[in-house]
């Protein structure tokens, strides 16, 4: 009798991590159901082998649809949720607006959590299941500049922390990772955004945006400890095929020793160390 393959649905697939992660899990044997939200990208990851298909995080009839057509596929088994598509909106807290805020929130939290709460009856019904939430070191290490996404993810650790607690006992396990620096298109996704809603040369921070917009239009080096998006792949691996996955996943350097110094370092010591890392935000 022929074993069906591990089943799991990943959003934003597009690019970076979420196209890394899910041609990796495709070639360690996982039926992967990749989700992108422009029709263009979709046909491109099917050309790619993938099993693609559209999915929206802002929109909830894209959300359904897309669950649905999954559990019509996989026969009502799914076995793993990545949870991964988003943007950072860059900008200082002061020039933040309603709208702002409100399109970061839709996207990388509010519907991370529709998608999920769809997917988690299955999962249930099965008795296992496993749901990784892509968040990162500044969900709790912030930086200038930063603020929105800073407080989509630091938002997003608090939600993970309680979920993992309420579906202990289902077979359901609850995993974060908190990657640092990788190489994706982040910076080239964050321009349209930032663009869109930050008045940046009527502002008092107008010249830190000067030196941002240069590196987000012209990214040049990597950020020092920069790693490819294979080192989330070997994260998620372990979160979705450990016998015992890990509540958290730090990756890169910079994650590790942010998570370490917040505990022993006072608040004024501690924003010195992100000041610095972030280059006063231009990172």
């Known amino acids: 009798m022929k074993i069906a393959p591990r089943t799991v649905l ?91 805020l409100r399109e970061q929130f839709e996207t990388n939290l509010f519907g991370w959590v529709e998608l999920t709460n769809r997917v988690i009856p299955a999962m249930r019904k099965q008795g296992r299941g496993r749901i990784v939430m892509n968040s990162s070191v500044l969900g709790y290490a912030a930086f200038p500049y930063r603020g929105a996404y800073n407080a989509v993810k630091f938002a997003l650790e608090g939600l993970t922390d309680s979920l993992r607690m309420e579906l202990k006992g289902t077979g359901i396990d609850v995993s974060l990772i908190e990657p640092g620096p990788i190489v994706s298109r982040f910076r080239e996704n964050c321009l349209p955004h930032f663009e869109k809603h930050i008045d940046w040369r009527a502002s008092v921070h107008h010249a830190s945006y000067e030196s941002q917009l240069d590196r987000l239009r012209n990214p040049g080096p990597a950020a020092p400890f920069t790693l490819g998006p294979e080192a989330v792949l070997a994260r998620v691996v372990h979160a979705l095929e450990s016998r015992r996955p890990r509540p958290r996943y730090p990756v890169t350097l910079p994650s590790v020793a942010f998570w370490w110094l917040r505990r022993v370092l006072s608040t004024r010591m501690m924003d010195r160390v992100l000041l610095r890392a972030s280059g006063g935000g231009r990172r």
């Open 10 to 100: 990943i959003s934003g697939c597009s690019s970076g991590i979420g196209h890394a992660v899910a041609h990796g899990l495709r070639a360690r044997g996982w039926r992967v159901f990749a989700g992108a939200r422009a029709p263009d990208d979709v046909a491109r990851l099917i050309d790619e082998g993938l099993e693609a298909l559209p999915l929206d995080l802002d929109n909830s009839e894209s959300i359904r649809a897309a669950v649905a057509e999954v559990m019509a596929r996989a026969e009502g088994r799914l076995d793993a949720l990545f949870n991964n598509g988003g943007f950072g909106q860059v900008g200082a807290v002061e020039d933040l607006t309603r709208d702002a």
